[in-house]
């Protein structure tokens, strides 16, 4: 077998050559192809040439020979050394060789079938796992928008609510001032109520008491004296009779009488 191909990716040729020659050196023939890439192996081989070289008495390699016998090519070699003892008559052996190939094409059927299948399953296993890697994705995505929505709506709710607490505190604020300037322009303009406790009606009975008459005489309170309201009490009659005392008088004759 002859090494073709590129590095990774080798592709043989099944060649007839003198076992002094090298590998991939000067060969007689060339009779079939070996690609171990593919799945399974892509085999290409001239079954006629490959028989007549393996009667003539060619020494396949293990790798070749392996070839060889999955073909039939061994097979049939052995077949036909029945015939030539005897053991066999030409359609027996031929009869024999086509029930074995049908039976081994039916296996690599089969088996090529049941590698699709796999591989579609693989193929199919793949292509599902990717479905949920790319849907925990989405919805790994859509939960962070509806995250991000939600802090956007929530932070636009505060900011909403700010400026509305904002604007209630200026209104009460402004509410304030203006009750406050009413509140203080109010006494100032009107202010009745203070009359009345320039009057005190309740205390004239105590400026009538009879035992300040002497302090109204004194010359400091003279002011007093001067209000109008005191007037009647300095004029009050019933004080003459005690600064005249007459019977006082008979009292003094008395003693005088006495002391003579």
């Not at 304030?176 to 009745?192: C, F, G, I, R, Y």
């Not at 008459?213 to 009050?236: G, V």
Request: proline share 8%; charged share 50%; hydrophobic share 30%.
């Amino acid at each position: 077998m002859q090494r073709r191909g590129r590095k990774a990716k080798p592709f043989y040729h099944i060649v007839i050559a003198d076992g002094r020659a090298p590998r991939d050196g000067r060969f007689i023939e060339k009779i079939g192809t070996y690609n171990p890439i593919t799945e399974p192996a892509d085999i290409q081989l001239n079954f006629d040439r490959a028989l007549y070289w393996v009667q003539t008495g060619a020494q396949p390699t293990d790798t070749v020979r392996t070839i060889l016998s999955y073909k039939g090519v061994l097979y049939k070699n052995h077949l036909l050394k029945g015939v030539k003892k005897g053991a066999l008559t030409e359609e027996q052996a031929e009869a024999k060789f086509t029930t074995w190939l049908t039976e081994k094409e039916a296996k690599i059927e089969n088996l090529r079938k049941e590698k699709d299948l796999a591989g579609k399953e693989e193929r199919k296993k793949a292509l599902d796992a990717e479905k949920l890697v790319k849907e925990n994705r989405a919805k790994e995505i859509a939960a962070k928008r509806a995250a991000e929505v939600e802090e956007k709506v929530e932070a636009a709710k505060e900011e909403i609510a700010e400026a509305e607490g904002a604007e209630q505190v200026e209104k009460t604020e402004a509410t304030a001032e203006v009750s406050e300037e009413k509140t203080a322009e109010e006494p100032k303009a009107e202010e009745p109520k203070e009359e009345p406790k320039a009057e005190e009606p309740k205390e004239e009975p105590k400026a009538e008491e009879p035992k300040e008459e002497p302090k109204a005489e004194e010359p400091k309170e003279e002011p007093k004296a001067e209000e109008p309201k005191e007037e009647p009490k300095a004029e009050e009659p019933k004080e003459e009779p005690k600064a005249e005392e007459p019977k006082e008088e008979p009292k003094a004759e008395e003693e005088k009488k006495e002391e003579k």
